[in-house]
């Protein structure tokens, strides 16, 4: 499930942005706003994951990550996804610790691929269906108001932290 979401109205914080700081940083800036946002939703999936139970690899590998520049398109500064990550090492070891699985490296290059069985549900080739959790989508619903009405005040934060910061690399001294 991908959702894009766009912030209006926080004119003062983009001029801020654009002016103070060089374009590098800008991306960071909103990056980490962007993480620090949806830190509520990955709480709550992460929550949700543990709640099914399994190996709790899915929980551990859920995170909020910032997408790679050549993946944005437009004019889009920064992207954030939340979700269960498939290269996290830790989560896949404990994935393969709890079903006590060979691990091959090809299997191990592959990462944690079931998340989307668990989310939207699957059926056996037999005929059984299982359904599926909607752990990630429940988790957005709940928290993506609250994430977006937060944002301005997060980005100002991080503004602010990344001008000192620039600031600071600017300063001659000892």
Known sequence: MKVDVKVEGLQHLQKLLT?????KAQTKVMARALKRAA????????????????????????????RKRGALRGDTVASVE???????????AKYYAHYR??????????????????????????GAAIPGKGILGAAYDRHAQA???????IMGEEIEKEAARQAKLQRPGP
Do not use: C, D
């Not at 543990?50 to 929980?59: F, H, K, P, Q, T």
């Open 147 to 153: 994430a977006v009405s937060g944002f301005g005040a």
């Open 39 to 66: 830190r509520p939703m990955v709480a709550s999936a992460r929550a949700g994951y543990r709640a099914i139970g399994g190996s709790g690899a899915l929980a551990q590998a859920t995170s909020a990550w910032q």
């Open 19 to 23: 002016e103070a700081l060089p374009a």
């Open 101 to 126: 699985k060979r691990a091959n490296p090809r299997t191990l290059m592959a990462g944690i691929r079931h998340g989307h069985l668990v989310e939207w549900g699957f059926q056996h080739p037999g």
């Open 82 to 92: 939340v979700g269960p990550r498939r290269s996290n090492r830790a989560a896949l």
